[in-house]
């Protein structure tokens, strides 16, 4: 993993590794506000680089986004076939 930091957290001094572990074991509002972050500024390649579709279905009930990308990934649920 690369020890660059990600261009979707311009403003944060984390790198990659970094973002992961807090995404896996940080608190609550750590994990839930890099995972909007990353739904919300990552390309979508880039967002299966840090989150699993279960671990991303479990969050995101929990997560504050903008209205069009959080209507934008329960279109994508619904195309894939899984609940949000």
């Not at 790198?15 to 509002?29: A, L």
């Not at 506000?33 to 680089?49: H, N, P, Q, T, Y």
């Amino acid at each position: 993993m690369s020890k660059t930091q990600p261009y979707f957290l311009w403003d944060y001094n984390l790198n990659e590794q970094e973002v992961k572990d807090n995404i896996k074991k940080g608190d609550k509002f750590t994990r839930n506000f890099l995972v909007a972050r990353i739904l919300e500024s990552a390309k979508f390649g880039d967002v299966w680089k840090y989150l699993s579709l279960k671990d991303l279905l479990t969050i995101f009930p929990q997560l504050k986004l903008r209205k069009e990308v959080k209507e934008a990934w329960q279109k994508a649920f619904l195309a894939w076939g899984v609940a949000s």
